[in-house]
């Protein structure tokens, strides 16, 4: 109050400016403080989101299959040749490459998701991702349970949502089966698109050829 200075008009136009700037510094200086803390926070929002997301992705890719074949065959196409060649049944080198091209894209599909969890995961899920990893490497068929369950609850966890009731019975849950019909459509469209485009160009060329004939045939009998 000693600073505040009101005995004169050039006195209270001093303090009124000073009180003012002191006021704007204050404000500035607030607002600068806040605008960094919610550019951090939406910064680490959108981390978590990233990071959920990706996890959420492999959880499915991981645990989408209920029944069926919930193993995961490392076996390479290279391995399957190889297979083929020294078997003696020509039927059965046959249909290995066919049977197994499901199981390959299910491989591709598992390896790419635990490359994401080794990324982005905890370190429970590191340590259950590495082991699967390297067992893939090592040529033998591994399960994703275990690591779908670590998943599962800590994507709840994270969600805040409860766990799991306990009366709940969840079977074991492998690898989501790759659908194949899709790209054999589309690659069967597109032939198809293909032979009705030659097929019209034939008709047409063919069309042409009727047109242009009579008038050659005036022509000549004309000039005799």
């Not at 779908?148 to 805040?160: E, K, T, W, Y």
């Amino acid at each position: 109050m000693r600073t505040m200075d009101f005995s004169s008009w050039q006195g209270a136009m001093t303090t009124i400016v000073g009180l003012a700037v002191f006021t704007l510094l204050g404000v500035g200086i607030r607002m600068l403080i806040m605008q960094t803390i919610q550019q951090r926070r939406e910064r680490m929002n959108r981390q978590i989101n990233e990071r959920l997301k990706t996890l959420m992705s492999a959880y499915r890719t991981l645990g989408g299959s209920f029944t069926g074949q919930l193993t995961v065959d490392p076996t390479h196409l290279r391995d399957l040749r190889q297979g083929a060649r020294a078997a003696p049944d020509e039927g059965s080198a046959l249909d290995a490459p066919a049977s197994s091209d499901r199981s390959r894209r299910i491989r591709d599909a598992v390896e790419a998701a635990l490359a994401d969890i080794l990324l982005l995961g905890t370190e429970e899920h590191c340590r259950l991702a590495g082991q699967a990893a390297a067992d893939l490497a090592a040529g033998r068929p591994i399960h994703t349970a275990d690591l779908v369950i670590s998943l599962r609850g800590f994507i709840r966890a994270a969600l805040d949502l409860g766990p799991v009731p306990g009366d709940v019975i969840i079977p074991l849950q492998g690898p989501t089966r790759a659908q194949a019909g899709a790209g054999r459509g589309k690659g069967d469209a597109d032939r198809g698109g293909n032979k009705g485009a030659a097929t019209e160009m034939e008709g047409g060329s063919g069309a042409m050829g009727i047109q242009v004939a009579p008038g050659m045939g005036r022509n000549e009998g004309g000039h005799a």
